[in-house]
Nanobody, 117 residues
């Protein structure tokens, strides 16, 4: 089971940048798929980006070319670098760690990102 703590949220102007961090702990965190999700008011939670143990990356079409997901060498911290931010990026961002077989999933508490002038 992974335990996750998110930091880095805040208020930023349109066109600005922000980096979110997720500290992961657990005996076998290196085997998890890590991801960032977000949920805006009145909308469903959606996948932003994820990264597999083998380094495979996946991004939502809405953030391709603007956001980058990465981890440190030990896969103990997961980052989401967000550039060229837009007001529609405003949401609560959640860090997730999951395994597919058997299925397990852990979530952080979420961090608020607000893009506004």
């Amino acid at each position: 089971q992974a335990q996750l703590v998110e930091t880095g949220g805040g208020l930023v102007q349109p066109g600005g940048s922000l980096r979110l961090s997720c500290a992961a702990s657990g005996n076998i965190v290196s085997t998890y798929i890590f991801g960032w999700y977000r949920q805006a008011p009145g909308k469903q939670r959606e996948l932003v980006a994820n990264i597999a143990p083998n380094g495979f990356l996946n991004y939502a079409d809405s953030v391709k070319g603007r956001f980058t997901i990465s981890t440190d060498n030990a896969r103990s911290t997961i980052y989401l670098q967000m550039n060229s931010l837009k007001p529609e990026d405003t949401a609560v961002y959640y860090c997730n760690a999951k395994k597919l077989s058997p299925f397990t999933s852990s979530w952080g508490q979420g961090t608020q990102v607000t893009v506004s002038s």
